[in-house]
């Protein structure tokens, strides 16, 4: 099951990045509107690395169990 979440994780990730980039292009220079997407991306990618790194340390400490 936690293969299951990093997929669905992953895509969520993807879709809210390509989201956030139709966003970014869209914005026709308004500062507001580029702040809002590219935080949108970072937030995304830092989302994908927390699941990833959750899902490594608990396989970690099962491992060792």
Do not use: C, W
């Not at 220079?29 to 490594?56: C, H, M, R, S, W």
Request: zero cysteines.
């Amino acid at each position: 099951i936690a293969g299951l979440a990093i997929v669905v994780a992953a895509a969520l990730a993807l879709l809210i990045i390509t989201i956030a980039g139709f966003r970014y292009v869209a914005s026709a220079g308004d500062p507001q509107a580029t702040a809002g997407a590219k935080n949108a991306i970072v937030y995304a990618i830092v989302g994908l690395l927390v699941a990833i790194f959750a899902e490594a340390l608990v396989s970690f400490v099962a491992g060792n169990l």
